[in-house]
């Protein structure tokens, strides 16, 4: 029996950290413009907001961007908090709870396809099992053990 491998799980601080502020940025401009507003806007043609109209839709924007500062810091506490690990035994891969899902641990012997997903730039792989499809994304994982972790997973379960 292998020592199983182990892969740290969690997402970049800087770029945590710079979404928060980019967004939060954007949220305190989008409050500006909704307070200071004296005039109605047009989108792509298609929408004509009068005053009022125009107010309420930057202060959907700004809660918006309000909610990707919430999403921002709770990264920064991911990546601050306790470590979260991807680990490959013999017989399982083990995936740590998320933010709307508890951990998973998928025997290799019900593990029934494996395809890489590319998404604006964004790489993963996903992971068909008897249970369902769970996802791993490489940016949380770093490229290097990324493709190793998927390297040992498709020779684990006999994937090409």
Not at 107 to 133: F, P, Y
Request: hydrophobic residues 50%; aromatic residues 8%; proline residues 4%.
């Amino acid at each position: 029996m292998a020592e199983p491998l182990r892969y740290r799980y969690q997402p970049k601080l800087l770029t945590m950290l710079a979404a928060s502020v980019l967004f939060g940025a954007c949220a305190a401009w989008f409050i500006e413009l909704a307070r200071r507003n004296d005039r109605g806007v047009v989108i792509s043609g298609l929408f004509h907001l009068e005053t009022s109209g125009a107010s309420v839709f930057y202060g959907l924007l700004a809660a918006a961007s309000a909610g990707f500062v919430l999403i921002g810091l709770y990264g920064v506490a991911r990546v601050l908090g306790p470590p979260r690990y991807v680990v490959l035994s013999d017989d399982a891969l083990e995936l740590p709870p998320g933010p709307f899902r508890g951990a998973r641990r998928i025997l290799l012997r019900d593990v029934r396809a494996l395809a890489s997903w590319t998404v604006n730039g964004q790489t993963g792989a996903r992971i068909e099992h008897r249970g369902g499809v769970d996802h791993v994304a490489q940016s949380m994982l770093g490229q290097a053990a990324f493709d190793e972790l998927i390297a040992e997973l498709k020779r684990r379960c006999h994937l090409s």
